[in-house]
């Protein structure tokens, strides 16, 4: 008989020591399961509040259009409320893959509250802008109030801010697989942080699933007609890719260099929006049309149904320029959808492929181009438009990258693998 005889107890905790080093993920897992839950669910449901806010002021404004007036003002109070009280959040999205690189402070909450209140102001007045920066925006801020209370160290906090992107921009559009994606993508050109892959993937799903519980709707995409897949239509795949990477490095290009001209130019930063609202307010008001302000849902559904002409992706691209580097909040993303697609639709005068193709393969490959996340890109466009279109999205969406280049809407991303390097 043993002289020290086990316990049950003592048997127990053997038993459960052998199991975990059978197992050593599993810790790790339900840890991160239970941080998932809790964004998730508060990531959700800021995402449904913002959505339905945003519905309702693009409806106010489409039936009250003399609001657009009064875009300067609108742009002087959004710059005023950052320039004297959000001057350490004005970084927006910038400010989050800086934390990501290198953990510092916490993210201040009021970025949630400022974000989303510019751009609700930004749509009921009449800018051209999206929403994936203030779902971001918001989940991070959100997100990073609980390292403290988790107790999370420097790495920990990594994963966290990678997992509330996920799940803001996985709940924003209806997409989580292209969310926990792009979490993973968005800070490194050319590497993914594969320590981050379950929590941001957990996360978009869960953040993805509270907005529906809240019965908010995305937009439906339907492309026609996908043609065989042969030679041809690939050839003609890489092309229309050319361009559409073409297309993402000018606007990159483009909203810098104009961001810097504001800031040169106008000294005092509350004066910027108000001058980008005057130009912005004038063309609307002179055009005739709203077409080109706010996200432009009912002309990217357009573009699958019918081709578009060349010049509404550009002046897409230029409203949005105009709004977005004069200071008025925002995303860029869902006005790169806009330029996409239209662009893509248009396209299809020279390119022999369908125009609904066309338009959902620019939809996601501009986007691609512009924020250098491909792989999401390519999972985004399988979300919205099925998988049978999803070689042909592939195809545009890494032809798009590579012809980019190292620019982006993003300039705090970071290179981790050159483009088209051996």
């Known amino acids: 008989m043993s002289k020290h005889p086990r316990t049950l107890s003592q048997k127990a905790k053997f038993h459960t020591r052998f199991f975990f080093r059978k197992y050593p993920a599993l810790p790790y897992l339900f840890r991160w399961l239970c941080i998932s839950l809790i964004i998730g669910a508060l990531v959700g449901t800021a995402s449904a509040g913002f959505l339905q806010s945003l519905e309702w002021v693009t409806h106010f404004r489409e039936n009250h259009v003399w609001l ?3 875009l300067p003002v609108a742009g002087f109070l959004i710059g005023f409320l950052y320039h004297h009280l959000g001057k350490d959040i004005e970084a927006g999205n910038n400010l989050l893959i800086d934390s990501i690189h290198d953990p510092k402070e916490i993210i201040p909450f009021k970025m949630a509250p400022f974000v989303y209140l510019g751009t609700i102001v930004t749509h009921l007045f009449g ?3 999206g929403r994936e920066g203030t779902a971001i925006q918001m989940a991070s801020a959100i997100a990073d109030q609980f390292s403290k209370p988790f107790k999370l160290n420097k790495n920990e906090r990594k994963i966290l801010i990678i997992s ?3 799940a803001g921009f996985g709940s924003v559009f209806g997409t989580p697989l292209a969310g926990a994606v792009f979490g993973l993508e968005v800070f490194l050109i050319g590497r993914i942080r594969y320590n981050a892959i379950f929590p941001a993937f957990v996360s978009a799903i869960l953040a993805n ?4 519980l809240w019965n908010v709707k995305h937009t439906h995409y339907h492309i026609d007609f996908i043609p065989k897949l042969e030679f041809l239509p690939v050839l003609y795949s890489v092309l229309a890719g050319i361009a559409f990477g073409i297309c993402a490095a000018t606007f990159s290009k483009v909203i810098h260099w104009a961001g810097s001209v504001f800031k040169s130019n ?3 930063p509350p004066l910027r929006p108000v001058v980008g609202g005057i130009i912005v ?9 709203t077409r080109y302000i706010g996200l432009g849902i009912p002309t990217i559904v357009e573009s699958f149904e019918k081709q578009l002409p060349l010049y509404d992706f550009a002046l897409k691209m230029a409203f949005t320029i105009i709004t977005l580097s004069a200071g008025f909040k925002g995303g860029e993303v869902t006005p790169l959808f806009f330029i996409g697609a239209t662009l893509g639709s248009a396209l299809s005068l020279f390119i022999p492929l369908p125009f609904g193709l066309l338009a959902g393969m620019g939809f996601v490959a501009v986007f691609a181009g512009a924020t250098n996340t491909p792989l999401a890109c390519m999972l985004m466009g399988i979300e919205l438009f099925g998988a049978e279109c999803g070689v042909y999205v592939a195809i545009a969406c890494v032809v798009s990258y590579l012809i980019s280049g ?4 993003y300039t705090k991303q970071r290179v981790g693998e050159m483009k088209g390097r051996d």
Request: aromatic share 14%; charged share 5%; glycine share 10%.
């Open 281 to 289: 307010a004038a063309a609307v008001f002179a055009m005739g049309t």
């Open 406 to 409: 190292h620019t982006g809407i």
């Open 127 to 129: 800018g051209s802008a």
């Open 209 to 212: 699933w509270a907005t529906d």
């Open 68 to 70: 657009i007036a009064f």
């Open 164 to 166: 509330a992107i996920a």
């Open 266 to 268: 106008i000294k005092y």
